[in-house]
């Protein structure tokens, strides 16, 4: 007799295929598949679906009140979803990306949508801040120009609008409901990557964006252990097709993964609340210090996109991520003294997002756009502040 199980998780089925009875049960349930690939009755083959990855999925649906939630082998692999089911035959597709994106999707579109698959792709770029006192600081804060997005939208009318709403590695929060609205005003589909902000901070299908993705390899798993993402909407349509999109192109999240990620994602809001909170905590800590010229936190009442940020985000709070710059001294490469004083505790990795501060000196990664001495991006983990803090004092004091 088979035992009931009242398990607390859900199971982990690692089988690539699914046992049947008879050829015409498996034969019922391929007619099944095709015809209803939403919720059919059954598991069939794992690269369709298992039951680890939709308990998964539908843990992550409720996380950001989203009707649906897909996850995928990577962050890209979720943008590639995305964009990938939005592609149509036989006539132009023309897409507009906002500038301030990860890297990785900028390398996407040129190596991949532009000349593989032929998107004629508009790239809208932020301009130095019209509110910014020139002299204040040696980093010149950015801004999409709402007035000149509404005339490019207006003369190309590009059918996807793309974007994310607080940029990297200079942590500028953008007028993403305004963003959306102008999208909406000219029938694009909203994409935004929300792995920056979370769902803790904002959930921009409550604001009307039609798909969100998160490379869930960051804060929603959260360390440092997965590689992930996920694509969420509310549309049943895009959701069939994103389906059969994953379902032939084979880029679903393993079963193992799936269910790392359920049990990482019971602790996201303890975490992320931590990693916001020793932000915060730092970005006070390095304002007051001497050897720090400039400190970017949106959580800062001086900060450029604070304002911005207070009428997006939710729970007061302004994210796990901070930018500071060293003040220019005698040492010949300060950057590389203070991380290498830091690495025991603090190393450099390129990610974020764990539960253990990081760091990315910012000239050796984005030195062609931020060719900036002195600036350092911090991902700050979920460790004791003071203890965080007492690290980056002790580095500080030695250069
Ligand atoms: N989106 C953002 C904002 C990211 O920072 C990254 C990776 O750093 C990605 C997407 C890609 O995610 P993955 O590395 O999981 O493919």
């Known amino acids: 007799m088979k035992k009931k199980v009242n398990n607390l998780r859900p199971p982990l089925y690692r089988d690539s295929g699914f046992f049947f009875e ?106 130095p801040s019209p509110n910014y006192a020139a002299g204040n600081s040696e980093i010149v804060p950015m801004e999409y120009n709402l007035e000149r997005l509404e005339g490019i939208l207006h003369i190309q009318r590009p059918a996807v609008l793309y974007f994310e709403a607080v940029s990297n590695p200079m942590l500028i929060v953008s007028d993403a409901r305004a963003i959306i609205a102008l999208g909406k ?29 998160h490379s869930v390899t960051k804060y929603l798993s959260g360390h440092g252990d997965l590689t992930g993402g996920v694509l969420c909407g509310n549309n049943t349509d895009l959701m069939q097709q994103a389906i059969e999109y994953r379902k032939w192109v084979g880029c679903n999240l393993s079963p193992d993964d799936a269910y790392r990620l359920h049990s990482q994602l019971d602790t996201f809001e303890l975490r992320f609340r931590q990693h916001c909170f020793n932000a915060f905590e730092l970005a006070r800590f390095f304002s007051n210090h001497p050897k720090i010229s400039t400190v970017i936190y949106p959580g800062l009442d001086s900060d450029t996109s604070h304002l911005q940020a207070v009428g997006l985000f939710h729970e007061n709070a302004f994210g796990g991520m901070l930018t500071i710059v060293l003040k220019p001294n005698s040492e010949n490469n300060a950057v590389a003294k203070f991380t290498s004083l830091l690495s025991p505790h603090i190393p450099i990795v390129p990610s974020l997002g764990d539960t253990r501060t990081t760091l990315m ?39």
């Open 22 to 127: 008879s050829a015409d049960d498996l034969k019922a349930a391929f007619t099944e598949e095709a015809s209803h690939p939403i919720e059919p009755t059954q598991y069939i083959y794992a690269r369709y679906r298992t039951p680890t990855l939709v308990a998964c999925e539908e843990k992550l649906a409720t996380l950001e009140d989203s009707k649906w939630a897909l996850l995928t082998s990577s962050g890209m692999s979720a943008i590639d979803l995305a964009l990938g089911i939005l592609q149509k035959s036989n006539q132009e597709n023309k897409w507009l990306f906002l500038s301030e994106i990860y890297g990785g999707t900028h390398s996407y579109i040129d190596k991949i949508l532009i000349p593989r698959r032929g998107i004629n792709v508009i790239r809208f770029s932020a301009t």
């Open 185 to 213: 005003k000219y029938n694009c589909t909203i994409i935004v990557d929300n792995t920056f902000a979370t769902p803790y901070l904002w959930k921009p299908l409550h604001d009307e964006a039609d798909l969100v993705v």
């Open 361 to 399: 000196p910012i000239k050796a990664v984005w030195g062609e756009k931020y060719p900036i001495d002195g600036a350092i991006r911090i991902s700050t983990g979920i460790e004791d502040s003071k203890t965080l803090i007492g690290y980056f004092e002790q580095a500080l004091m030695q250069i």
